[in-house]
């Protein structure tokens, strides 16, 4: 079984920064590491994720140039740097374990995500 926390989350204000960070502990082998996020009302969706193996990395086109995923393996945890942020950005993100990519289907662990607010 695999435990995931996230932290960092926030109230941030237009064009603001914040880090996310995921723990990961537990001792099942995970492919990679995903971030996601969810606003009221809407669906799950990826925002970024990376490989354990070779940490190549994906991200979702709205967050592109704005968001860096990055991962310490002596700490176990995964960031999210989080730059230029806007209203939209606006959700809970959960980081989640599982195959990668930016489905949430194609992941089986997931955090209890922290709340992220963009406003003025």
């Known amino acids: 079984q695999l435990k995931l926390v996230e932290s960092g989350g926030g109230l941030v204000e237009p064009g603001g920064s914040l880090r996310l960070s995921c723990a990961v502990s537990g001792g099942v082998h995970y492919p990679a590491i995903g971030w996601f996020r969810q606003a009221p009302g809407k669906e799950r969706v990826g925002v970024s994720s990376i490989s354990i193996n070779d940490e190549s990395q994906v991200y979702e086109d709205s967050v592109l140039d704005r968001f860096t995923i990055s991962r310490d393996s002596t700490k176990n945890t995964v960031y999210l740097q989080m730059n230029w942020l806007k209203p939209e950005d606006t959700a809970v993100y959960y980081c989640?374990?599982?195959?990668?990519?930016?489905?949430?289907?194609?992941?089986?662990?997931w955090g209890q995500g922290t709340q992220v607010t963009v406003s003025s």
């Open positions: 989640a374990a599982g195959i990668g990519g930016l489905m949430p289907i194609a992941y089986d662990y």
